[in-house]
Nanobody, 119 residues
Framework: QVQLVESGGGLVQPGGSLRLSCAAS????????MGWYRQAPGKERELVAT???????NYPDSVKGRFTISRDNAKNTVYLQMNSLKSEDTAVYYC?????????????WGQGTRITVSS
């Protein structure tokens, strides 16, 4: 089991910045791929950013160039730096830890942290 605790959400004006943090419970954090997802009201959960255990990152076009995911394996923490925020970034953001062993996939989720982008 991996427990994930997100922090850093809140209210921010359009064009502003926020940094989310996700602290993981396990010391084997480094072997997990980590990701951030979000779910806006009335919409499905969508990918925001992922980072592999080796540090490779991936972003959808909607956040590319504005969001940056990073990880600190010594602190068992993954971050999401969000710049140039837009109203459409308003959502609940979830941290994910993913690992595949053979054909078995393991996914763990945090409880979510709400971000509201509004003036």
């Amino acid at each position: 089991q991996v427990q994930l605790v997100e922090s850093g959400g809140g209210l921010v004006q359009p064009g502003g910045s926020l940094r989310l943090s996700c602290a993981a419970s396990r010391t084997v954090f480094s072997i997990y791929a980590m990701g951030w997802y979000r779910q806006a009201p009335g919409k499905e959960r969508e990918l925001v950013a992922t980072i592999t255990s080796g540090g490779s990152t991936n972003y959808p076009d909607s956040v590319k160039g504005r969001f940056t995911i990073s990880r600190d394996n010594a602190k068992n923490t993954v971050y999401l730096q969000m710049n140039s925020l837009k109203s459409e970034d308003t959502a609940v953001y979830y941290c994910n830890a993913h690992r595949q062993v053979g054909i078995t996939q393991y996914d763990y989720w945090g409880q979510g942290t709400r971000i509201t982008v509004s003036s």
